[in-house]
């Protein structure tokens, strides 16, 4: 069993910073990749970014030089450092892990409000 926990959400003006955090425990067995998610009201969720147990990152085109991704897998926790917020980033942000195996886990998700 794994548990994915998101940390860092909260009330930001547009053009500010935030940096998120993923914390996972249990058995994280390599290789796998985490990824950032997101959900706005009335929207179906969307890829953020994503990063593999190697450091593969991959990111949605609406964040690419914006949103950076990165992990510690010594302390098994994922990152995304958030820049120049824009107001059509508010959503709820869930946090993934996926093994070539199919299985996956999500957190329960942490909110981001961008407005002014």
């Known amino acids: 069993q794994v548990q994915l926990v998101e940390s860092g959400g909260g009330l930001v003006q547009p053009g500010g910073s935030l940096r998120l955090s993923c914390a996972a425990s249990g058995s994280i067995v390599s290789p796998n990749a985490m990824g950032w998610y997101r959900q706005s009201p009335g929207k179906q969720r969307e890829l953020v970014a994503t990063i593999t147990s190697g450091g593969i990152t991959n990111y949605a085109d609406s964040v690419k030089g914006r949103f950076t991704i990165s992990r510690d897998n010594a302390k098994n926790t994922m990152y995304l450092q958030m820049n120049s917020l824009k107001p059509e980033d508010t959503a709820v942000y869930y946090c993934?892990?996926?093994?070539?195996?199919?299985?996956?886990?999500w957190g329960k998700g942490t909110l981001v409000t961008v407005s002014s």
């Open positions: 993934r892990i996926a093994w070539p195996s199919g299985m996956d886990y």
